[in-house]
C-alpha cells in the first residue's frame, strides 16, 4: 500500500471547518483513499473513502485532487466532539477478500471553543 | 446492531505470563483483523481471517503470539510468556470481503 504523509496536529475552532491534508503521491491507480479517526481510548471509526471522484456523507467531505496524489477530509462544522486522531490511508479494494489497513501516526485534530 | 466487542477491556500480566484476548466480530462477517496500537502511534497489523481461515499472520510479531477462529466467529489472540513490550492496546475489526472494517475497543494490555 502507498505511504501517506499528513500534519502532526492541527487546531480548529468549534463551528468552523477542519481541514485536513493528506499527502499521497505514490498512490496507484487501483488504492483508495480511506479516512479514519480515533477519538481517545476508542477504536478506529471509519470516516469516508473514494477513488477519484469527490465525496460526501453525513461525516465529512472528501476531497481528492486530479492527479490523485492528495485529498482533504472536510469536516464543515467542527465540534468539540471531533477533536481525535485523524488517519488517511490508501488501500486496495479486492473483490472477495479483505485488506489490511496500513495506518501512519495521523493528524491530532484539536476543536477548541 | 451490536457491534465488535472485546473482552477483558484490561488486562494486566505478569512477566511471563501466558493471555487471551477475545474478539467478538459483527454477526455475517467474514473478515476479522487484528491490530497493535502501541502509545502515541498508529495500529499495526498483525493478522487476517477470512472464515476459519486464517489467510495472513505476516504481522505477528514473534512465535508467542497466536490467533485462531475455530468456528468462523469468535477470535480469541492469545500471547504466550508476555514481555514488557507487548504492552500495548489490542485491536479487532471486522468486515464484510470488500467494505468498511468496524474496530471494537480494544484491549488495553499492562505487562509488568
Known amino acids: 500500500d502507498a505511504k501517506t504523509t499528513q500534519p502532526t496536529s492541527m487546531d480548529c475552532a468549534e463551528g468552523r471547518a477542519a481541514n485536513l491534508p493528506c499527502n499521497h503521491s505514490?498512490?496507484?491507480?487501483?488504492?483508495?483513499v480511506y479516512w479514519y479517526r480515533q477519538i481517545h481510548s476508542q477504536g478506529p471509526q471509519y470516516i469516508i473513502h473514494?477513488?477519484?471522484n469527490n465525496e460526501t456523507n453525513e461525516m465529512a467531505s472528501l476531497i481528492i485532487t486530479e492527479d490523485r496524489k492528495s485529498s482533504t477530509l472536510i469536516l464543515p462544522h467542527a465540534t468539540l466532539r471531533d477533536t481525535a486522531v485523524y488517519y488517511c490511508?490508501?488501500?486496495?479494494?479486492?473483490?472477495?477478500?479483505?485488506?489490511?489497513?496500513?495506518f501512519g501516526t495521523g493528524t491530532r485534530l484539536q476543536v477548541t471553543l | 446492531g451490536a457491534g465488535v466487542s472485546q473482552s477483558p477491556r484490561y488486562k494486566v500480566a505478569k512477566r511471563g505470563q501466558d493471555v487471551a484476548l477475545r474478539c467478538d466480530p459483527i454477526?455475517?462477517?467474514?473478515?476479522l483483523f487484528w491490530y497493535q496500537q502501541a502509545l502515541g502511534q498508529g495500529p499495526e497489523f498483525l493478522t487476517y481471517f477470512q472464515n476459519e481461515a486464517q489467510l495472513d499472520k505476516s504481522g505477528l510479531p514473534s512465535d508467542r503470539f497466536f490467533a485462531e477462529r475455530p468456528e468462523g466467529s469468535v477470535s480469541t489472540l492469545k500471547i504466550q510468556r508476555t514481555q514488557q513490550e507487548d504492552s500495548a492496546v489490542y485491536l479487532c475489526?471486522?468486515?464484510?470481503?470488500?467494505?468498511?472494517?468496524?474496530f471494537g475497543p480494544g484491549t488495553r494490555l499492562t505487562v509488568l
Open positions: 505514490t498512490i496507484s491507480g487501483n488504492e483508495y
Open positions: 475489526a471486522s468486515s464484510l470481503p470488500s467494505g468498511q472494517q468496524f
Open positions: 454477526s455475517g462477517h467474514v473478515s
Open positions: 490511508i490508501v488501500r486496495v479494494i479486492n473483490t472477495g477478500t479483505a485488506s489490511k489497513l496500513t
Open positions: 473514494g477513488l477519484k
